[in-house]
């Protein structure tokens, strides 16, 4: 694709070096903007600079925010005694949705990959032991909130080694079959695990 | 999706105000944007800026160029007595990656839409016709290659219409089953028509 205008040219390859948008794709998002004037195409390009020079990281949970503490762990109604750890602020706002859980969060900043590269020393690791070992927030409980995958679940064991050194009770976010799914349609081994890691069946009825 | 930051916010309201780019995307690119340091996501925003204040029309076929003539209106190698008609420069990039057409461009900037309100008004019409009143540079032939929609097929009828006024030839280009598609999964309209508007076979051996 020859593009006639070294400016278009640049800005499609700018475009195309998001993840996951082709050059096609890129090429049209750009023209998109193109239609749009003058000032709102600065605005729209300003309020990316913006985020990345202004935006902060929470300094106890890592998460993201305009200030140096952030509005969940600034909050005194949660509960200080439980951390959830995810890999990045995307899988906080799903947890947050639920509306289920009051705890405290840790995001590690990524999980461990040796195929990218990425070590326990990458993560914000040596962090949440800091947290843990800080006298004036006692924590009892580590909640490990993190993909299934291999990677996922090596950074589990990870911390899991971890965390054993530590005074804290480790749990996991359940696995099972997805509510709403049908059993005949679940993979052997989310079904294989959900029979095994059966719940007495009142503690599966809805909280009332 | 509550963000816990307002530039944030901001970023993925602007990332997502890209057609085909929703919330959740908008926040993936987001989040990958903010893993880059400050000057590269300057460096990312700025061309977009310098394409919008930057950009030009060429003042002959209306394509985008970074001066005032295209590279395509200015290659006097090129037959100046054929325009072929397009909606954009897209379709320029498709109709030069062909290598079959040598001559000039007219892109209309749309095509005639009722449901957006796009009228004739709106388009590189009347440009179009004084092209064709230039005594300095007389054409022989009007292709019109707007896409088989009922719009683009409302936009040819209509400059078609116009160009009757013109000692030109209007062609438009062919329909048919494309090149590598079997005839039982080809629709019944495009075959329709392949059949109806058969060619002399040896006319559709390639060209040597």
Known sequence: MNLPSKLLEDAVDQMASLPGIG??????????????DVDHVRNWAESFTKLREGIK????????????????????????????????????LALEATGQYRGLYHVLGGIISPMEG??????????????????????????LALSTTMEGDTTAFYLFRKLQHFDVNVSAIARGVAIGDELQYADEVTLGRSIAQRQPYESTLPRS
Chains 1, 2 share one sequence.
Do not use: F, H
């Not at 050059?23 to 749009?36: E, G, H, Q, W, Y």
């Not at 109604?77 to 951390?83: A, K, L, M, P, W």
């Not at 070590?119 to 909640?143: F, W």
């Open 23 to 36: 050059r096609k794709t890129a090429l049209r998002l750009v023209l998109r903007l193109l239609k749009r």
């Open 118 to 143: 990425i070590g326990p020393q990458d993560l914000n690791v040596e962090e949440l032991l800091q947290r843990l070992r800080n006298p004036q927030n006692p924590v009892a409980e580590v909640i």
């Open 57 to 92: 990281e929470c300094s106890r949970c890592y998460s993201l925010s305009d200030s140096d503490i952030c509005s969940v762990c600034s909050d005194q109604s949660r509960d200080s005694s439980t951390i959830c750890i995810v890999e990045d602020i995307r899988d906080i």
